[in-house]
């Protein structure tokens, strides 16, 4: 199952600390140092950050891998398919329990 966890940034602060990092990030000795600096202005770790920094540069298309809409949309896909695969077995036990009651029913008339 999926750990619930709570979002304490909204997304406008995780949007701005993002943009934050990538404008500023010429002025320090390294992308890490930048994060860390403004990790530490809007009170998240710097670990967080970066992982904002990176899912941001995917979904821009600056860094491969799967953009959050294409894996929301997965997601979902894949539940639906999970409903689905459920219901059909359902339907299946069902459908075999009415054939074996109506082969009962015709044996015993």
């Not at 890490?32 to 992982?51: F, M, N, R, Y």
């Not at 995917?58 to 398919?81: F, Y």
Request: net charge positive; charged share 30%; proline share 3%.
């Amino acid at each position: 199952m999926t750990s619930q966890t709570t979002n304490k940034f909204s997304p406008e602060v995780r949007a701005r600390a993002v943009r934050m990092v990538l404008e500023h990030e010429s002025e320090y000795a390294s992308r890490w140092t930048a994060v860390q600096s403004v990790a530490t202005k809007i009170g998240c770790s710097p670990h967080t950050l970066l992982d904002w920094v990176k899912k941001a540069e995917i979904d821009s298309g600056k860094r491969a891998g799967v953009p959050t809409d294409v894996a929301e949309k997965l997601k979902a896909l894949e539940r639906e398919n999970r409903e689905l695969r459920q219901a059909n077995e359902i339907l299946r036990k069902a459908s075999a329990y009415f054939a074996a009651a109506e082969l009962d029913r015709r044996s015993k008339t």
